[in-house]
RNA sequence: CGGGGCGUGGCGCAGCCUGGUAGCGCAUCUGCUUUGGGAGCAGAGGGUCGCGUGUUCGAAUCACGCCGCCCCGACCA
């Protein structure tokens, strides 16, 4: 484990030096021989380059998603999608570019956007003066968007597919990619180019909008407690931390090893704000002409970097079963010898009596790794990419009818290496009850970790300031495990939570959310003094 | 866009101050020996030193301009 520790008080004032020391000591080369102090930003890129994730590319801001990162990814996708249709939504396909005078409809929404948004405006290049470039004369009429988001083009569409209540509610998704230029950029996390699913909604009352965002909320902290294996607090956003043309946001929030919370999904009721911009309306059985109310929902490829930075650990990354790409990895001790042969021939069989099982509704993902490399390394290769068991076979295996494994999720024992042995059957028939246990271990260290790390006990902003320090732009104290702190407050608005929001940002902390489970009765309110009326997280975020 | 730093084989770096035909570790390839907990030895391949202009007999090294990346701000899933 990177920053944590279990229990007590310990975690919130003992800083990480020793776990950042031993970081990647062992496991990541890379940072092992270049002598810098690994700090946790480091620790996280080197994970997703050893684990063999995503690189960076040519093109400023975006990432390529290789072949592994990708596989994590596409399990995302089944399993989501399959809740998104349980849930009753149909998936669609809408255009990459929106004109431009569709974003230019709903100005909170333009404004929320404008700056961040990539604009196609030729549609020919020209050789001018020796060097290729956009032909004056191909200049388009009116420049395209490449979609940040898509509320503005389906909800075009929704206008002219929604005429009657009996078309409500329209609920719609889709998987696609969207451009935001942002400033900074990391791997997974923020990248200019993001995939994600983004749902659309329309209803014909207040009350049906918000349950639907409510229960695509449950969907997100669901699928991200019981697949991801990575816990959150979903609760809403304030006022200021809105989605540009919302009237309510809501959000999941993670603590990573870090400390630092990590915004995994949001879920947003619209109100009649786009309908307005867009006309979107229907007849009720009235017969009178009203607009819908809409809402909209997404997770994104950024999910993936709260895998990494829930689960990593000092030998890579450790991926849940659930969405391991390959659960179970079969790596024969080969040794250019005439046994070779029956060694192969038994993992063969191996991994095919190991296909038949199931695990999370689905066959086991069992790969018998015959690439043409030493042993150990590819041992290494899969402790790296965090195949939660690594199964090891040579001729004594064989000649025993045995397996030897590993289980990426305790892969040590102190500082050896602990493997297990089983006879070759057992193992098969435990086996879909290994990765459910592995799966359990993953988010209960996670649970635990979040758990125990919101302090309840600040109630002036003089103690929370004293508890995060003070914001000197220095690195190290930054970099130092914090966690979250949960207040009470009056919930102002305007001016003056504008002016709580600045205080904050001066100690690099926001508000995260107000946690959905509220109790009964409030503290006084930590910035104002007033009567507190909910309580809110604050904390460190990415 | 402001402030700071950095661009040298795939990765991480040295060399620059004091100009003289480019070096180290890891990785890669070949061979031999090894192999049940990140192998050893020997050899090999691979670099427009970010780009351009200038100074100079000679530029990775000095000067000027440009480009890109990283960190800190502003922005954000």
Not at 182 to 193: C, H, V
Not at 352 to 380: H, N, Y
Not at 454 to 459: C, F, Q
């Amino acid at each position: 484990m990177l920053l944590t520790k279990s229990d007590s008080e310990e975690q919130f004032t003992g800083p990480l030096e020793a776990g950042l020391e031993t970081c990647m000591q062992r496991a990541l080369s890379v940072l092992r021989e270049s002598g810098n102090r690994p700090n946790f930003p480091e620790w996280y890129q080197t994970v997703v380059r050893e684990a063999d994730m995503a690189e960076p590319s040519p093109v400023r801001g975006s990432m390529i998603i290789k072949p592994w990162g990708y596989g994590v990814w596409e399990q995302i996708q089944k399993i989501l999608d399959g809740r998104i249709k349980d849930t009753g939504h149909e998936n669609c396909y809408f255009p990459l570019f929106i004109p431009l005078s569709f974003i230019a409809k709903e100005a909170q929404h333009v404004e929320g956007f404008a700056k961040e948004m990539a604009v196609v405006t030729h549609h020919r290049l020209k050789m001018i003066d020796g060097k290729l470039q956009p032909d004056p004369t191909a200049k388009l009429e009116e420049p395209l968007v490449v979609r940040p988001t898509s509320e503005t083009i389906i909800g075009d569409a929704f206008s002219r597919w929604i005429r009657s209540h009996r078309d409500l509610p329209m609920l719609i998704n889709q998987w696609a990619n969207v451009v935001r230029w942002e400033m900074r950029t990391r791997l997974f996390l923020r990248t200019a180019e993001f995939l994600w699913q983004e749902g659309h909604t329309a209803h014909a009352d207040a009350e049906d909008a918000m349950g639907e965002t409510l229960k695509m909320l449950e969907v997100y902290r669901s699928f991200s407690e019981e697949t991801l294996a990575m816990p959150v607090i979903a609760g809403e956003k304030s006022a200021n931390e809105r989605f540009p043309g919302a009237d309510k946001t809501y959000s999941i929030e993670a603590m990573m090893q870090d400390g630092k919370a990590l915004q995994a999904g949001t879920s947003h009721y619209l109100g009649t704000h786009f309908a307005e911009a867009q006309n979107i309306r229907f007849q009720n059985d009235a017969g009178e002409l009203l607009f819908c109310h809409t809402t909209s929902w997404g997770v994104s490829t950024r999910l993936i970097g709260g895998v990494i930075m829930s689960h990593g650990d000092d030998d890579g990354l450790r991926l849940p079963p659930a969405i391991a790409p390959r659960q179970i990895v079969i790596v024969p001790m080969l040794r250019g010898k005439p046994e070779d042969a029956d060694v192969l021939t038994f993992g063969e069989k191996l991994a095919a009596d190991l296909r038949q099982q199931t695990a999370f509704g689905e066959r086991l993902r069992v790969l018998l790794d015959t690439k043409d490399i030493r042993s150990a390394e590819k041992r290494w290769n899969w402790v790296r990419r965090g195949a939660p068991i690594i199964i090891e076979i040579g001729p004594r295996d064989v000649a025993g009818g045995a397996v030897t494994f590993m289980r990426r999720d305790a892969l040590r024992d102190g500082d050896k290496v602990k493997s297990t042995n089983a006879p070759r059957d057992q193992f098969i028939a435990d086996a879909p009850r290994l990765l459910a246990e592995i799966q359990g271990q993953l988010f209960t260290e996670a649970k635990t970790r979040l758990d125990s790390n919101i302090r309840r006990d600040v109630t002036t902003m003089a103690e929370l300031e004293a508890f995060f320090g003070a914001s000197t732009g220095d690195d190290d104290e930054a970099a130092e495990f914090k966690g979250w702190v949960r207040v009470a407050w009056s919930r102002p608005d305007g001016h003056e939570l504008q002016q709580i929001e600045n205080a904050l940002k001066a100690l690099k902390l926001s508000i995260r959310n107000a946690p959905l489970d509220q109790p009964s009765n409030y503290a006084n309110c930590i910035f104002t003094g007033a009567p507190g009326v909910e309580e809110i997280l604050i904390a460190r975020s990415y």
